[in-house]
């Protein structure tokens, strides 16, 4: 399809006067980027991305990621004009409760929306996420003779998203894995919230990510041809990922704020929003404007879209077929979990094992059984068992399932979420449960857009010993319990470790974190079957009559409840003891289940390793709290067991001189 420069100058300056309206509606909003950008996304939504708005879940159309969100306007107007389910009366309600176009994008595949985007950087390292996923995918793929997979991952990127730490950590693995499918466009209009960029900016950004390993293109990003021209020299280049760096001028077409920060978060006001129409050469009178031409353009180009993808589906359909067909179903479908179940290793009860070591084992089950599971550590493999062996890893221009993320804890998380925003595969990473203040940016991201990221966070506890409160996790638990539709799973033994693996993977609402010991835990003897431990919470040692007291409590600290149970039964206090492993999956069940596990009128007694914020929900201000509200120190860990009253002698006398 033939697209002329005044089609593409009539679209971008289109995508102008539609943020001006709605941004001045809401009055609230971005106008200065998505006016500068839209030159940009004229010629990449029209002459060079391949999608379908009617099937938006295409495995092989390209991204577009907005990494900087808050260019909301742009990616909504580019998403009416293409047809996906945005009308102009949508439009109208931009950032308005409930509507489906939100200050900042959030993730929705069927509306065209591939990442929730905002914090400036996670869109970049999304990217790189899902640029690996479509490497690996098209490794496992296009070995049948034809290429299924073979689209690019474009990501529009501005200043704020260079200076995040986070876009460095991402770009620098992009580089040395080699991923030349992913191509950024830098809108480098030089201005910020506070002004000019300078006075915070002074980089070779050419040189930086050309020592990134990086392919770097400078142009004029109001050039029409020179952004053609530079996005098809990016996609010629298949070792390194490609940047443009887009010399662009902020709230372009703006009568009296181009160029100015003014135009960068507010409205520009009535009276520039008119006065800027007329220097577009549009109606001043007329609001939402959208041209008949704009429509007949995008419906002429969905007639291309839907022949290229029914050409792919003719090749898709006629290699996809018996085992390679199962295959690939393997990689879009929920797993059975209850086959799973039934693989998992066994393990011995009379031995001590750490719930890391048995995390390991079950992990090398499930890379057998799932070979959809890819991730790795931020340089901690060894210590987090998430080296799985005789499987490919990650290298220089090398890819694999096992991903070796150096350093990097800020970027792995977010890379984690772009690989399970792209679809087919489960992306987990590890790392020590204390550097979970690294990610947490990624971690909240994952459960706003309600990804199936898992989290394999060890050393949970003062139990790292020596190594002292700078790697001792004691306010993390909380802080992590606080975040929606976060699972936080935290078990006591092996054979819980493996129903929390299960759980993770069955939970495809939202991410989890798997939280594991780093010293070796007693196997436990249970008054109840693993059944219920999907609820979160259930009775692992019970007594005979009337409790006289419930103890919860969560992971290592389980056993030493148990034997301070046994101290405490020999002087006829019977106590029950409830392994509570994940408030998120005990808050859905319903109240009869609650009230057996927290049973009416007992005295509740908590024991854990961590801050006792948020246990009062479940037992009361008037619980006896064994808990740690403080930091750790350094010492051995047995040493800090006694010394924080984290062994069942003292356990049990904290209980008897409180009963009495």
């Known amino acids: 399809?033939?697209?002329?420069?005044e089609d593409l100058k009539l679209i971008a300056d289109t995508v102008r006067t539609l943020t001006l309206d709605a941004v001045q509606k809401a009055n609230s909003?971005?106008?200065?980027?998505?006016?500068?950008?839209?030159?940009?996304?004229?010629?990449?939504?029209?002459?060079?991305?391949?999608?379908?708005?009617?099937?938006?879940?295409?495995?092989?159309?390209?991204?577009f990621i907005l990494s900087a969100g808050h260019v909301s306007m742009l990616l909504y107007s580019m998403l009416h004009f293409s047809g996906y389910d945005y009308d102009i009366e949508d439009l109208k309600?931009?950032?308005?409760l409930n509507s489906k176009t939100p200050g900042h994008p959030e993730f929705n595949i069927d509306r065209g929306v591939e990442t929730t985007t905002g914090p400036l950087g996670q869109g970049i390292a999304n990217g790189v996420g899902m640029a690996y996923a479509a490497r690996l995918l098209a490794e496992e793929f296009n070995n049948y003779g034809e290429k299924i997979i073979d689209h690019y991952i474009y990501a529009l990127v501005g200043d704020g998203c260079i200076m995040e730490g986070l876009t460095c950590e991402?770009?620098?693995?992009?580089?040395?894995?080699?991923?030349?499918n992913l191509i950024c466009i830098y809108d480098s209009n030089n201005i910020s919230i506070e002004g000019d960029t300078n006075l915070v900016l002074s980089d070779n950004i050419e040189m930086m990510y050309k020592s990134f390993n990086w392919h770097v293109q400078t142009i004029d990003g109001h050039d029409y041809d020179a952004i053609e021209e530079a996005l098809t020299n990016a996609q010629k280049v298949a070792d390194k990922p490609s940047i443009i760096i887009a010399k662009t001028i902020i709230a372009k077409g703006s009568a009296n704020k181009?160029?100015?920060?003014?135009?960068?978060?507010a409205p520009l006001g009535v009276e520039e929003v008119r006065l800027s129409k007329i220097n577009l050469g549009r109606d001043e009178n007329k609001f939402f404007e959208v041209p008949e031409r704009v429509y007949e353009i995008f419906k002429e180009l969905k007639q291309e879209q839907d022949k290229q993808y029914a050409q792919w589906k003719e090749k898709f359909d006629s290699v996809m077929k018996g085992e390679a067909k199962k295959k690939w179903d393997s990689y879009f479908t929920k797993p059975d979990i209850d086959s799973l179940r039934e693989l998992m290793p066994k393990f011995d009860q009379t031995k001590k094992m750490a719930t890391r070591t048995a995390s390991?084992?079950?992990?090398?089950?499930?890379?057998?059984?799932?070979p959809n599971l890819i991730g790795g550590s931020a340089d901690l493999g060894p210590s987090n068992k998430t080296i799985i062996a005789n499987y490919s890893e990650s290298g220089k221009n090398k890819l694999g399932r096992n991903m070796r993320f150096g350093v990097r804890e800020n970027a792995m998380g977010s890379i984690q979420n772009g690989i399970n925003y792209y679809g087919g595969f489960i992306g987990f990473s590890a790392t020590f449960f204390v550097f979970v203040?690294?990610?947490?940016?990624?971690?909240?991201?994952?459960?706003?857009?309600?990804?199936?990221?898992?989290?394999?966070?060890?050393?949970?506890?003062?139990y790292v010993g020596e190594d002292g409160p700078t790697h001792q996790p004691t306010e993390h638990l909380a802080a992590s319990r606080v975040i929606p539709r976060l699972n936080v799973i935290r078990p006591a033994d092996a054979d819980e470790t493996v129903e929390a693996w299960l759980c993770a993977l069955e939970n495809t609402s939202g991410p989890t974190m798997l939280l594991l010991t780093r010293q070796d835990v007693m196997p436990i003897e249970r008054a109840n079957p693993l059944t219920n431990f999907s609820k979160g919470a259930y009775i692992i040692h019970d007594t005979k009559g009337k409790a006289d007291v419930i103890i919860m409590a969560s992971g290592s600290e389980v056993y030493c409840s148990i034997k301070a149970a046994e101290i405490l039964e020999k002087e006829e206090i019977y106590a029950r003891v409830v392994s509570f492993p994940s408030w998120y999956m005990f808050d859905k069940q319903d109240k009869k289940y609650r009230a057996l596990i927290i049973e009416q009128g007992v005295p509740v007694v908590v024991v854990e390793a961590g801050s006792r914020l948020g246990w009062e929900r479940y037992a009361g201000n008037s619980a006896l709290y064994l808990t740690i509200d403080e930091f750790g120190k350094s010492a051995p860990?047995?040493?800090?067991?006694?010394?924080?009253g984290m062994n069942p002698e003292a356990i049990a006398e904290k209980i008897k001189n409180w009963l009495e």
């Not at 181009?258 to 978060?265: A, F, I, Q, V």
């Not at 390991?360 to 799932?370: H, S, T």
């Open 1 to 5: 399809m033939l697209i002329n420069k």
């Open 437 to 462: 203040d690294y990610m947490r940016p990624a971690v909240r991201m994952a459960a706003l857009a309600k990804l199936q990221s898992i989290y394999v966070f060890t050393h949970d506890s003062f």
């Open 29 to 63: 909003g971005h106008p200065g980027m998505a006016m500068g950008s839209a030159d940009m996304a004229a010629v990449l939504w029209t002459k060079v991305m391949k999608y379908n708005p009617n099937i938006p879940t295409w495995v092989n159309r390209d991204r």
């Open 360 to 370: 390991g084992k079950i992990m090398e089950v499930l890379f057998d059984k799932l």
């Open 93 to 96: 309600l931009f950032r308005q």
């Open 258 to 265: 181009e160029g100015s920060e003014d135009s960068h978060g």
């Open 637 to 644: 860990a047995e040493v800090l067991a006694d010394h924080f």
């Open 170 to 180: 991402a770009a620098s693995l992009a580089g040395h894995w080699g991923l030349g």
